[in-house]
């Protein structure tokens, strides 16, 4: 069974609607959509540290919206605007996955929202 986990989509920059699920759960995992650090549709300004950590908070809330929490975390996909962002990155991720580390991606890429991080993250829970 394929659980689909705010499909009616978030909201995008100036309002846009975003047309895919902020989740999906299959047999146990569950993909949570790249998160940027935005709150109710605006880019959040600050640096990288406030960015980082809004982006891991925004996956926090959706995982625990679908009943998954940290522990759970297997697996983190990262984008960084900039390769300079990556020891401050590091920093933060630290505080959140220090003592249970996920496998993780870090990548250096143009984001097609004006952030500077973006985040996503794989879990597994036995069903």
């Not at 902020?22 to 709150?39: I, N």
């Not at 962002?85 to 249970?100: A, D, L, P, R």
């Amino acid at each position: 069974m394929i659980r689909r986990i705010g499909i009616e989509g978030g909201k995008g920059t100036g309002g846009q609607h975003l047309p895919f699920a902020r989740a999906v759960e299959a047999g146990g995992w569950l993909m949570v959509s790249g998160q940027t650090p935005m709150k109710d549709g605006e880019v959040v300004e600050g640096g990288i540290i406030e960015q980082s950590t809004l982006a891991i908070e925004n996956c926090l809330e959706i995982m625990k919206e679908a009943g998954y929490e940290l522990k759970d975390v297997v697996h983190v996909t990262v984008i960084l605007t900039d390769s300079r962002y990556f020891q401050s990155f590091n920093k933060v991720f630290k505080e959140y996955f220090g003592t249970n580390p996920p496998a993780r991606i870090c990548a250096v890429a143009d984001l097609v929202v004006d952030c500077k991080v973006e985040v996503d993250v794989t879990c597994y829970k036995a069903p």
